[in-house]
């Protein structure tokens, strides 16, 4: 199994533009999380999805966050506008029903 | 308002010695708890857990400690071996899939 499998692996761009991270979970699994990870906060809970669905975004920052899961095998987040403070690694994980998170290796986010 | 904490980010330990980290949380709801290891430009991968109708976990040279009172988890690393240096973070939920971590610490084991 490949794992999950995130891309890109480093992002850096400007103030105010889109930025799209993308995430292919380990398949077959139906639970898909998005994490941030930063030095004061450690690793926040942005989203989850169940099958697809958004079961809790109660961890999305602000509007300017947004997550989708069109398909088992695929989620995006995407941050419009960006800014300097959104600078984080940014994981996605995905696990079975009662089985612990795997986790890809993350994307390094740079906002300048 | 952090609900898991791990108040030592680093600490050091001797090869062979055993390696003690702390972590406690103030949801008395959480009933599931893990522990993740992270080496640099990788993810989080699974380490151990506990569920709160234990109080202790052992797989190998780790084993968690759980004292639901103090809302107080360890891990313990017996023996401590170099390429255990990593950082670990713990993590809880409370019956969902909503797992909250830790700030981490990063582990240093010296040869």
């Known amino acids: 199994d490949a794992g999950v499998i995130q891309s890109p692996r480093h992002e850096v761009t400007e103030m105010g533009q889109e930025v799209t991270l993308r995430c292919k979970p380990i398949?077959?699994?139906?639970?898909l999380f998005w994490y941030r990870q930063t030095m004061m906060r450690g690793l926040e809970l942005l989203i989850y999805f169940n099958n697809n669905v958004p079961i809790d975004d109660s961890g999305m920052p602000e509007d300017r966050f947004s997550a989708k899961m069109p398909n088992a095998s695929f989620s995006t987040l995407k941050i419009q506008p960006s800014e300097p403070r959104d600078s984080a690694v940014y994981f996605c994980?995905?696990?079975?029903?009662?089985?612990?998170?795997?986790f890809g290796n993350g994307t390094r986010l740079t906002v300048t | 308002d952090q609900q898991v904490k791990q108040n030592s980010p680093s600490l050091s330990v001797q090869e062979g010695r055993i390696s003690i980290l702390n972590c406690d949380y103030t949801n008395s709801m959480f009933d599931y708890f893990l522990w993740y290891k992270k080496y640099p430009a990788e993810g989080p991968t699974f380490l151990i857990s506990i569920s709160s109708i234990k109080d202790k976990n052992e797989d190998g040279r780790f084993t968690v400690f759980l004292n639901k009172s103090a809302k107080h988890l360890s891990l313990h690393i017996v023996p401590s071996q170099p390429g255990d240096s990593a950082v670990y973070f713990c993590?809880?939920?409370?019956?969902?899939?909503?797992?909250?971590f830790g700030t981490g610490t990063r582990l240093k084991v010296l040869a």
């Open positions: 994980a995905s696990s079975l029903s009662n089985s612990p998170l795997h």
């Open positions: 993590a809880a939920s409370s019956g969902t899939y909503k797992y909250i």
């Open positions: 398949s077959g699994h139906d639970y």
